[in-house]
């Protein structure tokens, strides 16, 4: 092989890795390759799009020539995401609020990218800011021992939000309702989408219900954050809900007008909640 050419195939590899940008740059972890696969962008609503990856949600929902997202899944999930919004004909740079469920790897770290290309805005929970501007948890995260391992693209500036907030995108209000146990600060968000006849359904973004910790911690030995997700999971379960789409999608069923979904959701998260607690008796 002649000696240029040898130089060219060499430096394209190093090359084409330094021209990803930092908040762009792959997440490791055992099931990021699963989650990250791609997934055909589809409608959830008269209002709503599904344009995330095949195992981590993020929802486009528009009013009025306006857009507002939910969720930026993984730092490498950003361009698909982008790529999904523009197939469906929507123009990113119309994003002016990007919304969070909650403040994790896999369904905040491609909201650093998401908001650098599109000039969006940011909010979240409150108690969930301080991971997403510094990270990468909050210190009564029940995950906060996995530390540096899973700290993700910062994001600059993020506006607090609290339970019955309320974001405007064109005339159409999105609504947080606090889901915390899962993640300080975890938010589900709720909208309507009505029709041309008016008839109009409750979509739900369903945040996770999980009780997943780091290694050691103990529910039992934080009241505050079991108490919180029990909450959690009795507002979610009273929610009106015709239509549900889940942080992890395939904790749902495929999108369609159910009014027992969100119910489900939260009777299958008391569930695993009950068996989580007796395995620490």
Not at 162 to 175: F, M, Q
Request: net charge negative; proline share 7%; aromatic share 8%.
């Amino acid at each position: 092989m002649p000696f240029l050419s040898l130089v060219i195939l060499l430096f394209f590899p190093i090359a084409a890795a330094a021209q990803t940008p930092p908040d762009q740059q792959p997440f490791e972890c055992n099931w990021c390759e699963h989650w990250n696969q791609p997934r055909a962008p589809f409608q959830l609503s008269e209002n709503s799009w599904y344009v995330g990856t095949r195992g981590l949600a993020s929802v486009l929902i528009v009013d009025s020539g306006e857009l507002a997202l939910i969720d930026g899944a993984l730092p490498q999930s950003a361009e698909q995401i982008i790529e999904n919004i523009e197939s469906l004909g929507f123009n990113p740079q119309n994003i002016d609020w990007i919304l969070n469920s909650h403040a994790h790897y896999d369904h905040a770290g491609g909201i650093a990218a998401l908001a650098r290309i599109t000039g969006a805005r940011v909010a979240a929970g409150e108690r969930g800011v301080i991971a997403l501007t510094e990270g990468p948890y909050h210190p009564e995260d029940p995950q906060a021992r996995f530390g540096e391992s899973a700290r993700y693209p910062s994001v600059e500036k993020v506006h607090p939000v609290n339970d019955g907030d309320v974001i405007t995108v064109g005339t159409l209000e999105i609504t947080a309702v606090a889901s915390p146990g899962h993640a300080p600060g975890g938010m589900s968000w709720t909208w309507k989408s009505c029709n041309e006849d008016s008839k109009c359904l409750d979509v739900v973004f369903l945040d996770s219900l999980n009780a997943v910790s780091a290694d050691g911690y103990r529910f039992t030995n934080h009241p505050q954050t079991l108490a919180e997700l029990e909450a959690s999971i009795k507002r979610i379960g009273k929610l009106p809900c015709d239509i549900a789409i889940a942080a992890h999608p395939d904790q749902v069923p495929e999108p369609e007008a159910d009014q027992t979904v969100c119910a489900a959701y939260a009777e299958a998260a008391r569930k695993r909640l009950d068996r989580r607690l007796s395995m620490e008796e």
